[in-house]
């Protein structure tokens, strides 16, 4: 598994309406179930948070957490950070957490492309490198009351649209709605693209209310500031903090760092649906058949 690089007995001095004692009902609840890995109580408080301290709910979001990284194999296999597929990957588009909280107390991550060559945009990639990095990422940065994203689309394109597989979208919104450890409280485009309509037709479909009202987009620059203020974003974006390249690079670093650990974390994180009681799961209960989808067309 994973590695925590947080102190548990801080978190919950940090939130003292997170009860101890109830965590710990869920983590025994998990290591009951037959067809789940025994997550340890640092991770089981991730949820828990993220689900409002919800015991009910918690319960069903680790076991959509778990199912996805089982069957949804497009972002969740073949997570060996030294390869040269996840290497591109990752040098195509920032990973940047900033370093400071908005004053509401928000985590915020941004990323831009960084190779503007849409022949190197490999979609499914990209998401399994931001998807694995944010695991990596909140169990060394414990609990945050919530967490924005910026999109810069800087050099996004048509061709890049293009190379965006519809059914990967489905199962990736999917993760991001039903099953994510964290409460994201905005998602915010910046530099917006003139075929913004095409973008937003293709991914709809998929998208529930709730994160419907939660995304933004920003012709100027200047409209981010009422949620993000000038001063956290990177000196490149008018910012005091650093250009976003070096905060790119601690990410990197960071992923590189965790190469064994996350090799073990995908053997280990998972369902056994052998096990798991009534009816096991498949990735058809969850997504449909495949075939149903056209691909995409731009005119």
Same mark, same amino acid.
């Given at each position: 598994?994973? /590695?925590?690089?947080?102190?548990?007995?801080?978190?919950?001095?940090?939130?003292?309406?997170?009860?101890?004692?109830?965590? +710990?009902? $869920?983590?025994?609840?998990?290591?009951?179930?037959?067809?789940?890995?025994?997550?340890?109580?640092?991770?089981?408080?991730?949820?828990? !948070?993220?689900? =409002?301290?919800? %015991?009910?709910?918690?319960?069903?979001?680790?076991?959509?957490?778990?199912?996805?990284?089982?069957? $949804?194999?497009?972002?969740? /296999?073949?997570?060996? #950070?030294?390869?040269?597929? &996840? +290497?591109?990957?990752?040098?195509?588009?920032?990973?940047?957490?900033?370093?400071?909280? %908005?004053?509401?107390?928000?985590?915020?991550?941004?990323?831009?492309?960084?190779?503007?060559?849409?022949?190197?945009?490999?979609?499914?990639?990209?998401?399994?490198?931001?998807? #694995?990095?944010?695991?990596? !990422?909140?169990?060394?940065?414990?609990?945050?009351?919530?967490?924005? #994203?910026?999109?810069?689309? %800087?050099?996004?394109?048509?061709?890049?649209?293009?190379?965006?597989?519809?059914?990967?979208? =489905?199962?990736?919104?999917?993760? !991001?709605?039903?099953?994510?450890?964290?409460?994201?409280?905005?998602?915010?485009? $910046?530099?917006?693209?003139?075929?913004?309509?095409?973008?937003?037709?293709?991914?709809?479909?998929?998208?529930? =209310?709730?994160?419907?009202?939660?995304?933004?987009?920003?012709? =100027?620059?200047?409209?981010?500031?009422?949620?993000?203020?000038?001063?956290?974003?990177?000196?490149?974006?008018?910012?005091?903090?650093?250009? &976003?390249? +070096?905060?790119?690079?601690?990410?990197?670093?960071?992923?590189?760092?965790?190469? +064994?650990?996350?090799?073990?974390?995908?053997?280990?994180?998972?369902?056994?649906?052998?096990?798991?009681?009534?009816?096991?799961?498949?990735?058809?209960?969850?997504?449909? %058949?495949?075939?149903?989808?056209?691909?995409?067309?731009?005119?």
């Amino acid at each position: 598994m994973l /590695s925590i690089d947080f102190d548990l007995a801080e978190q919950y001095a940090r939130f003292p309406k997170v009860k101890a004692e109830d965590v +710990q009902k $869920i983590v025994a609840w998990v290591h009951d179930q037959p067809h789940m890995p025994n997550l340890s109580e640092p991770e089981v408080l991730l949820f828990y !948070f993220a689900c =409002k301290c919800s %015991t009910e709910v918690t319960k069903q979001v680790i076991d959509k957490n778990l199912t996805c990284h089982t069957h $949804i194999e497009e972002l969740f /296999s073949n997570l060996n #950070v030294q390869s040269p597929e &996840i +290497q591109r990957a990752i040098n195509v588009s920032s990973l940047a957490p900033l370093p400071t909280l %908005t004053p509401e107390g928000y985590r915020v991550f941004m990323s831009n492309l960084r190779d503007l060559d849409a022949s190197s945009f490999n979609f499914p990639d990209m998401l399994k490198v931001y998807l #694995v990095f944010l695991d990596i !990422f909140i169990r060394r940065d414990g609990l945050q009351k919530g967490y924005v #994203v910026i999109i810069d689309q %800087t050099g996004f394109t048509l061709g890049h649209l293009s190379r965006m597989n519809v059914m990967v979208l =489905k199962k990736a919104f999917y993760y !991001f709605q039903e099953a994510l450890p964290i409460q994201l409280k905005g998602v915010h485009f $910046i530099n917006v693209v003139p075929f913004l309509d095409k973008i937003l037709a293709l991914c709809s479909p998929f998208i529930k =209310k709730e994160l419907f009202d939660i995304l933004h987009f920003h012709n =100027k620059l200047e409209d981010l500031f009422q949620y993000v203020p000038l001063d956290m974003l990177p000196k490149d974006y008018g910012g005091s903090e650093v250009e &976003i390249k +070096q905060l790119h690079e601690r990410s990197r670093r960071m992923m590189i760092s965790k190469h +064994q650990e996350i090799i073990e974390y995908k053997k280990l994180y998972r369902i056994d649906e052998n096990l798991r009681p009534g009816k096991p799961k498949k990735v058809s209960d969850l997504f449909g %058949t495949e075939g149903n989808f056209r691909k995409l067309e731009i005119d």
